[in-house]
């Protein structure tokens, strides 16, 4: 089982090797590997810190993160998109969610604001997967 907050489910599709710290991309590996390997691994969906945030050099204390606001942006708007609520889903039913639900507009709208985006990695990941409309 992987703890995961919701903007990340997006974030393991546009996912190039490239991090924070080498800590922060060893991590991020090893979950976005684990989850390849395991298409129906579970995937606890918790608003707050997450088993990808645990090694990021943002996080602060237990729950926050630097740019706190901005990550409850993310999250809410990919809650919104996907009809998530804070439960376990297999990864399978969140891949479906995705390509059922999320389109290229929302994409956009909802990481136009992290830099990962902006340096075209998430683009590149998801965009293949989008419906247009």
């Known amino acids: 089982m992987i703890n995961i907050r919701p903007h990340h489910l997006l974030c393991i599709h546009g996912f190039r090797g490239k991090g924070y710290s080498d800590d922060f991309v060893k991590s991020m590996t090893d979950i976005v590997n684990e989850i390849k390997k395991n298409k129906d691994i579970k995937l606890n969906i918790t608003y707050g810190t997450d088993d990808i945030c645990c090694n990021c050099p943002n996080k602060i204390g237990d729950n926050l993160c630097i740019g706190q606001e901005k990550i409850i942006n993310l999250d809410h ?4 998109a996907l009809k998530l609520e804070e439960r376990m889903y297999s990864y399978a039913e969140v891949a479906k969610k995705i390509n ?5 507009t929302q994409f956009q709208e909802i990481c136009s604001t992290c830099e990962w985006y902006s340096l075209g990695y998430c683009k590149e990941g998801l965009f293949k997967r989008l419906r247009t409309i």
């Open 77 to 80: 708007g990919v809650i919104e």
């Open 100 to 104: 059922k639900e999320l389109t290229i």
